[in-house]
């Protein structure tokens, strides 16, 4: 594996757990710090007797944390725009709710080429919906997104 495709596979990793850590803090109320301690402490890199955790770009996976805790209020308000009406994100399942804001955090708050965003986090959606429609679904909220919050980038 080249370098770049190291580099690649860390931050597609950062990605993942960030959409988990941000899942998990909703669905049990823990804070920011906790949920990012456990991962860093036992889930990132870490090897059990059933499982081997791979390893992820600890900055990325912090940076999105704190962006997506930080500017949620934001990030939700630019999903809710590409949402259909009658569908406010509070109304979707959590892990896209999660993923949307980790998504949202990433095209809004870093330099990362959105298309990029919304082809790592289509992936993401494809990993935890194989079976569904959930994949479409993100890519359209994602794109809509995207030309909202960076339009210079597609024009």
Partial sequence: ????????ALRSAARFYAV????QMETSGQTVEKVRAEFENFRI????????WVEADIA???QLLEMA???????DQLTDRALVAKWPIARIDPTLRALFRAAGAE???TD???RVVITEFVQLAQAFFPEGKEPKFVNAVLDHMAREARPEAFS
């Fill in 1 to 8: 594996m080249s370098k770049a495709d190291a580099k690649r």
């Fill in 20 to 23: 988990q850590a941000l899942f």
């Fill in 45 to 52: 890199g870490a090897e059990g007797e059933d499982e081997t």
């Fill in 60 to 62: 990325l996976f912090r």
């Fill in 69 to 75: 805790v930080d500017q949620q209020a934001k990030i």
């Fill in 107 to 109: 095209m809004v708050e």
């Fill in 112 to 114: 990362t080429p959105p």
